[in-house]
C-alpha cells in the first residue's frame, strides 16, 4: 500500500473532515482514503448519457433527414435556398 502525506490542510477542512468520518462511523484516515478512492473511480469511468453527436441526432430525428450529413472539412460553404 502506498502513504499519501498531506501538508497545509485548513484547519476547516480537517475539522469538516472529521465531523464527516465521525457521521459514517469511520476514523479520519478511512474517509480520507473512501473520498480519494471515489474521486480517481469517477476519473475512469465514461462521461454518463449520450455523447454530443447521439443528443444531436435526437433533437433532429423527426426532421425529415434521412441520410447522413458527409463532412464539410475544406469545402466552402454555400447559403441557404430558402424556399419561395
Known amino acids: 500500500m502506498a502513504?499519501?502525506?498531506?501538508?497545509?490542510l485548513d484547519v476547516s477542512v480537517k475539522e469538516a473532515l472529521r465531523r464527516r468520518a465521525q457521521r459514517h462511523g469511520r476514523s479520519m484516515e478511512e474517509e480520507a482514503r473512501l473520498i480519494l478512492r471515489q474521486a480517481a473511480e469517477a476519473e475512469q469511468l465514461p462521461p454518463e448519457g449520450p455523447g454530443l453527436g447521439s443528443q444531436m441526432a435526437a433533437l433532429f430525428?423527426?426532421?425529415?433527414?434521412n441520410e447522413p450529413i458527409g463532412e464539410w472539412q475544406g469545402?466552402?460553404?454555400a447559403p441557404a435556398v430558402v424556399g419561395s
Not at 3 to 8: G, P, W
Not at 61 to 65: E, H, I, N, Q, R
Open 3 to 8: 502513504q499519501l502525506l498531506v501538508r497545509n
Open 61 to 65: 430525428a423527426g426532421a425529415g433527414l
Open 75 to 77: 469545402q466552402e460553404a
